[in-house]
């Protein structure tokens, strides 16, 4: 699957399982009986199972500060049918109420599926949301905002990935404002979100990185990995899998050339945690990377 913000639409791909290729099998652009369009669709995943796919549309109302969280249903003809759109609750951000959605980029998926987290930039806030295993449909069960409870690294939050364990989420903030951070937070039995551990640049040894984009973790639960990608950086940290705490091993520059001006955009792991892959944004290319350049001795 595929979110398309500029054709406003996600694209479902059928896989041929022998070469590999794909077709084209479904295309949806609105999301709702009434054929409302979407807007700037940004992201979008399967569920666990494969049933259903989650989309992002961080400004579904162009002029109002609504974002969403569209849910479709794969049929067994492969087309996307829509299920629900949930715009999310309001919170206060700089004065004025706000979707917890507006500018949503980062959508992670509990290892159990019955549970998603979103991240906004818009809002600022850390999401989590309930699914329904039979329909998709999902229910808002808690907002963590920046500024509360001691929060502050999710202003201009960007990205989200939850651990293995299902225990903690790790985010990271600061792509287009904000701050440039890394946060951890628990994940409460009843879904609500308790901040951890914050690495904001400049600060907690944190030195050097800006623009925080894609985060992920290691398939062990041992590492976690964030994009800097105004910095040209990607910091590497060790992770304490019983309480889900990080330790900054290092920052490593990673694809800085003259004349560019954006480096690491999006990261992700092999199945078997040993290489690293990096997405360079101007320059437009993939780096791979062994980890023990980025793991402690």
Not at 119 to 126: K, R
Not at 150 to 155: A, H, N, V
């Given at each position: 699957?595929?979110a ?12 041929d399982?022998?070469s ?6 479904s ?12 807007s ?11 049933k ?12 109002t500060?609504?974002?969403?969280v569209?849910?479709?249903?794969v049929?067994?003809?492969t087309t996307?049918?829509?299920v629900?759109?949930?715009?999310g609750?309001?919170?206060e951000?700089q ?12 959508i992670?998926?509990h ?19 309930d ?18 409870d ?6 201009g ?9 299902g ?29 951890v551990?914050?690495?904001i640049?400049?600060e ?18 041992l ?7 105004r ?19 290092r920052?490593e520059?990673?694809?800085?050339v ?21 997405a360079s ?10 980890l023990d ?5």
């Open positions: 699957v595929a398309c913000f500029r054709r406003k639409a996600i694209v479902l791909f059928k896989v399982p022998e590999g290729n794909l077709k084209r099998s295309m949806a652009t609105s999301i709702d009986d009434d054929n409302q369009p979407m700037f669709p940004i992201e979008a995943t399967f569920s666990n199972d494969s259903f796919v989650h989309a992002l549309d961080p400004s579904l109302k162009r002029g500060a609504t974002g969403a569209i849910t479709f249903k049929t067994d003809d996307l049918e829509w629900d759109t949930n715009t609750i309001q919170v951000q004065g004025r109420p706000v979707s917890c959605f507006n500018g949503a980029r980062g992670a998926l290892p159990d599926g019955q549970r998603m987290f979103v991240i906004a930039e818009g809002s600022s806030t850390l999401t989590a949301l699914r329904d295993a039979e329909t998709g449909a999902t229910k808002i069960i808690y907002t963590a905002t920046n500024g509360e001691g929060i502050r690294g999710l202003s939050g960007f990205a989200v990935t939850c651990s293995s364990d225990e903690f989420v790790y985010t990271s903030s600061g792509r287009f404002r904000g701050n440039n951070a890394v946060g951890v937070f628990r994940i409460a039995p009843n879904g609500r979100l308790r901040v551990q914050e690495f640049d400049g907690n040894d944190l030195e050097g990185f800006e623009g925080g984009n894609e985060i992920v973790a290691s398939p062990d639960g590492y976690v990995y964030a994009a800097g990608t910095s040209f950086t990607v910091a590497g940290f060790k992770r304490e899998p019983s309480t889900g705490k990080l330790t900054l091993v920052t520059s990673v694809g800085a003259d004349g560019e001006s954006l480096g690491p955009s999006g990261v992700s792991l092999s199945p078997d945690g040993r290489f690293l892959y990096i944004e101007t320059a437009g290319e993939v780096l791979v990377y062994r350049t980025l793991k402690s001795e």
